[in-house]
């Protein structure tokens, strides 16, 4: 009997522990879908962090500029040796862009060839490029990546990819379905949100409100607290597999009450419907509100300017109510 049951108690260690590996591998495999790469690694966030992945991916680390604004790498880009260069914005030390360059080529036919090469790949990865001014430019909606050549003077040339992010680190805008580098929001006739929302060049939100907050990783906030009337609430986000907020959840102990907000998108990832819940202290609903959007416009981000919200409204012990409210709204973005 004891050999049964020690080996029984073995066997669920091992279940354990590869369950324990699976979901280690899970969170280590998960991907911000909301940033640019760079050979695989979110380019974005505290350079420390990046340094870290790049090093797992076997580049070295050979140097840094005298301002600790560039630090320099060695390894393989796309099979061939190349050297990297990080630039890091300080004072926070975020990364800021990659810089590579692969050579010296001493022969046109050579360069033509790898650049060909390096074309080809990024296509794959990144899609169709466009030519200008003498650079091949792959434009994407989180970042760009410029390549070129440049004669060093001496007979010889290089091939030089630069990548540049333009997304904030921060993304405090997803949270109200919003693309691109927004600075402020302007609603009239607001009903879930706020008639103004300011975001930081970094991406947070300047909503004083929201204190104590806690990010993962990417930059998602996932939890925040908010000082009410009946005391503080604890608030906690959630995200599906492309990063879009599905579930808000309000919690306050002092009056036994719990608001949970749930998201549903349509295909361009705006928010179509918005379902609230309020529960009691027994866990029963006790009211609800469904709102129903119906964008008529936006702006050259995607970004909706003009809404048709049909709301539904039910309390406990009244019949529901339903009424309609024509939304409109101004974005100013950081780069404008």
Same mark, same amino acid.
């Given at each position: ?10 066997? =669920? ?9 699976? +979901? ?65 914005? =300080? ?11 692969? @050579? ?7 360069? +033509? ?10 296509? &794959?990865?990144? @899609? ?36 540049? !992010? ?12 919003? &693309? @691109? ?13 706020? !008639? ?30 908010? =000082? ?21 959840? =309000? ?50 981000? @995607? ?34």
């Amino acid at each position: 009997m004891h050999y049964l049951c020690s080996t029984m108690m073995k066997k =669920l260690l091992i279940l354990l522990l590869i369950l324990a590996g699976m +979901t280690s591998v899970q969170a280590q495999s998960r991907r911000d879908t909301r940033c640019m790469d760079f050979m695989g690694i979110p380019l974005e966030g505290p350079v420390d962090s990046f340094v870290v992945a790049l090093k797992e991916k076997g580049f070295t680390e050979w140097g840094n500029s005298d301002d600790g604004e560039d630090l320099y790498f060695r390894g393989d880009y796309y099979g061939i040796r190349a050297k990297v260069m990080v630039n890091v914005q =300080l004072p926070n030390r975020f990364v800021q862009s990659v810089y590579v360059t692969i @050579g010296p080529y001493r022969t046109k036919d050579m360069l +033509t060839r790898n650049h060909t090469y390096f074309l080809n790949k990024l296509e &794959k990865e990144y @899609g169709e490029y466009i030519a200008r001014g003498g650079a091949e430019y792959f434009m994407g909606e989180y970042g760009d990546i410029k390549v070129s050549e440049n004669n060093n003077g001496n007979g010889s040339s290089d091939l030089n990819f630069f990548y540049m !992010p333009s997304t904030p680190f921060y993304k405090d805008a997803i949270i109200f379905g919003l &693309k @691109g580098h927004v600075q402020e929001v302007t609603t009239e006739n607001a009903v879930a949100e706020n !008639p103004l929302e300011r975001f930081a060049r970094n991406g947070k939100m300047e909503n004083p409100d929201i204190t104590e907050r806690k990010y993962d990783a990417y930059g998602y906030l996932i939890q925040g607290k908010m =000082l009410e009337r009946q005391g503080m609430s604890i608030i906690n986000y959630e995200y599906d597999a492309q990063n879009r907020l599905v579930k808000r959840t =309000l919690t306050n102990k002092a009056a036994n009450i719990t608001y949970i907000h749930e998201y549903v998108y349509n295909e361009k990832d705006e928010i179509l419907n918005l379902d609230q819940k309020v529960f009691d202290e027994t866990n029963e609903c006790v009211m609800s509100i469904n709102m129903r959007n119906k964008y008529e416009d936006h702006d050259d981000m @995607g970004n909706w300017t003009r809404n048709a919200l049909n709301i539904v409204y039910w309390e406990k012990g009244a019949q529901s109510q339903t009424t309609n409210v024509i939304q409109t709204r101004k974005i100013r973005y950081w780069d404008e």
